[in-house]
């Protein structure tokens, strides 16, 4: 059970990012994945503007010891419009728990450069994951087209496939917020796992789980001050649901779903369909998770967070 270590060569990771609260429990799995390595984060809005986005990576690395994986800061609006912070989700600064100011700062490189440039001297062995909104990989295409197929993976976290959204009743945050970013990639035909709404609702957990955890290690704490600190902050809250770390599971062991191989467009309509996630042919491109191992997931945070109680 679990991711396994004996690779011929590490997993290499770049993770799209607007921590964010589950954002953040996404890279300290990552980043305490065995034979895994990190070789950097990439940031934009969304949860948060850019620039919080930016900081509050740099400052969860300095938190987990990894202030040598480098940051390099994305879009800071979307293709049209301009992000919506989700601040009821995850609050005005982006995390649960208060983290010192990173002394570190973002790299000169743009997001997409170092993501082009990562990628292309990597061919074939860096995964990208995205945990965000789909910009900095539309800009990707744009400014340095071709890069994208040299990645070894695309992991996107995304979409509500006939299932509600949590931004409209049809739309999720993600490709919400960038629509027309998100068609964008959808429609360039390659490969990617999406995972959506209605795979990640199929792990959660509730306030009463969270309060009974404990984790070994500083990454496994960390990232349970970030699950415990979000119920905290609002007593309302009853239930945790995993979306962008069941993104990073799945690009650690794509053993933790199935998945349906459809093709995917995204509304770039103003209204009602706006940011709606909907299938145009099956098969295709993109890998939609579909049943979750939901005991694998669990025990995947117990092995890389330290997590007990789940
Ligand atoms: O809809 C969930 C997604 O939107 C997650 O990536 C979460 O961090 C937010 O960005
Ligand atoms: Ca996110």
Do not use: K
């Amino acid at each position: 059970m679990g991711i396994s270590v004996n690779r011929d060569a590490p997993l290499r990771l770049v993770l799209d990012t607007d921590p964010g609260v589950d954002d953040a429990v996404a890279i300290l799995m990552a980043l305490a994945a065995p034979g895994v390595e990190v070789v950097g984060v990439t940031t934009l809005g969304g949860n948060v503007p850019r620039a919080r986005a930016t900081r509050n990576a740099l400052a969860l690395l300095q938190a987990a010891g990894r202030s040598d994986v480098p940051v390099a800061a994305g879009a800071a609006r979307p293709r049209t419009g301009r992000f919506r912070p989700s601040v009821a989700f995850h609050g005005p600064g982006g995390l649960s728990a208060r983290l010192p100011e990173p002394s570190a700062a973002a790299i000169g490189q743009t997001a997409v450069d170092f993501l082009a440039e990562t990628v292309t001297s990597n061919p074939g062995r860096v995964t990208i994951v995205a945990l965000g909104p789909l910009t900095n990989l539309s800009r990707l295409e744009d400014r340095h087209p071709g890069v994208l197929p040299q990645a070894a993976g695309l992991v996107i976290m995304g979409g509500a496939v006939d299932a509600p959204g949590n931004v409209t009743a049809r739309a999720e945050f993600n490709i919400h917020s960038d629509p027309v970013a998100a068609a964008h990639v959808l429609a360039l035909g390659h490969p990617a796992t999406l995972v959506d709404l209605a795979a990640c609702r199929q792990v959660g957990i509730s306030r009463q789980q969270a309060a009974g955890l404990s984790a070994d290690g500083p990454l496994g704490q960390l990232a349970l001050r970030m699950v415990q600190g979000w119920f905290a902050r609002d007593a309302r809250r009853e239930r945790f649901e995993f979306y962008d770390p069941l993104a990073v599971a799945l690009a650690l062991d794509p053993a933790v779903a199935t998945v349906r191989r459809v093709a995917l467009t995204a509304g770039t309509t103003p209204g009602e369909h706006w940011g709606e996630t909907t299938v145009t042919s099956e098969p295709g491109p993109i890998a939609l998770a579909h049943q979750v191992d939901a005991p694998r997931f669990f025990a995947l945070l117990r092995q890389l967070l330290g997590w007990q109680g789940l």
